[in-house]
């Protein structure tokens, strides 16, 4: 008897990323439909995967921090070289990612040749010019047609739609449910989650004064229950809004959910509104509708990729420039006003749940 061969998805490192390399990882169970797919990943996105179908297994890579670094990333070579893989597909950039497979020992090892890498790769690709003006998801499809691991022009090939949905299970029912009774989430109306923070930098944060107006304002005359989430570094943030914005009606999850958890609960909103992260992108992959919000990066390349998604994002002269922090005055976020978000809120809503569609 035959074993089955082994693969090994070397996964992004930032939620958003993970979200988007999602098509990437159907295209491969499905050109590999016998095979064992194994996602090594950082802790920080380890938790999204208990919601793909598609993966059989988790590797979490242990954290790589201080003077435990060099032991980590041994313990991630020995985790990988137990499962003997066939197949070591490299997605992150980086050096060291690459640099896994080979001390592991993987005899296939493919990825971009970035970080001067090509020599750690048995396969690798370049990045072609016309990846830059192409969503992100495109950026990890590409990789396994530029590699030979499939034969689809992914780029260029009229009839393939890229499948990052994620469908909602009763798994995710009873998570988001055990959460919504607790809180009493749901009961006076439909849920708008909102998610203010942005683990990149402040460059990519719209002002949390002005997201807790617009809470305010959007929630005058329509019956919304408002549930905060994000990140335990992001509570502040979040308790600052919540604080401004009093009444009843809102629910401060920040920093109370793990993301297995997370990802079911955005899951279960009637709206979302966020910055460009990482929930942003789940929103997206539920098609829930909902409002992006853009200060120094490009929804060209990281955008919602959802029909049911409308960008704010203001032309001026120096965005995108992909910065952390802001050098200047956010011109960019300052451009986009409590009242135009509110007004983009409104009719999302009722272009999606008016009464005569």
Not at 10 to 32: I, Q, S
Not at 134 to 154: E, I
Request: net charge positive; proline share 8%; charged share 25%.
């Amino acid at each position: 008897m035959t074993a089955t061969e082994t693969l090994i998805v070397r996964t992004t490192n930032w939620l958003g990323d993970t979200v988007m390399a999602l098509p990437a990882l159907r295209e491969l169970r499905r050109l590999r439909p016998a095979a064992r797919l194994v996602v090594a990943a950082r802790a920080g996105v380890a938790g999204f995967y208990r919601w793909a179908p598609e993966v059989d297994e988790v590797i979490t890579l242990p954290p790589e921090a201080g003077r435990t670094r060099r032991r980590a990333f041994l313990g991630g070579c020995r985790e990988i070289r137990r499962r003997r893989p066939s197949l070591y597909v490299c997605l992150p950039n980086s050096f060291e990612s690459a640099l896994m497979g080979r001390v592991a020992g993987v005899p296939e090892r493919v990825g971009y040749r970035t970080e001067g890498r090509g020599f750690l790769l048995t396969h690798g690709a370049a990045v072609p010019t016309e990846l830059h003006r192409r969503h992100q998801v495109y950026y990890y499809l590409h990789l396994l047609h530029a590699v030979g691991l499939s034969p689809v022009d992914y780029l260029r090939d009229p009839e393939f739609k890229p499948d990052l949905r994620l469908r909602r299970t009763p798994a995710m029912e009873a998570v988001s449910r055990r959460f919504f009774e607790a809180e009493g989430i749901g009961a006076d109306g439909p849920v708008m989650g909102v998610h203010a923070g942005a683990f990149y930098g402040s460059a990519k944060r719209w002002f949390p004064e002005r997201f807790a107006a617009f809470i305010r304002d959007l929630r005058s005359d329509l019956p919304l229950t408002v549930v905060l989430f994000g990140s335990p570094a992001e509570q502040p943030l979040a308790d600052a809004i919540a604080a401004t914005v009093g009444g009843g009606r809102l629910h401060n999850l920040c920093g109370r959910t793990t993301l297995d958890e997370l990802v079911p609960l955005i899951g279960s909103c009637h709206l979302f509104v966020s910055n460009d992260s990482g929930p942003m992108h789940v929103a997206a992959a539920f098609q829930i509708p909902q409002l992006a919000l853009f200060g120094s990066t490009d929804p060209v390349a990281t955008g919602p990729f959802s029909p049911r998604a409308v960008v704010v994002k203001k032309p001026v002269e120096c965005s995108p420039c992909f910065l952390r922090e802001c050098p200047l005055d956010l011109r960019c976020f300052k451009a986009i006003t409590v009242d135009e978000v509110v007004r983009r809120g409104r009719e999302l809503i009722y272009r999606e749940y008016s009464s005569d569609k």
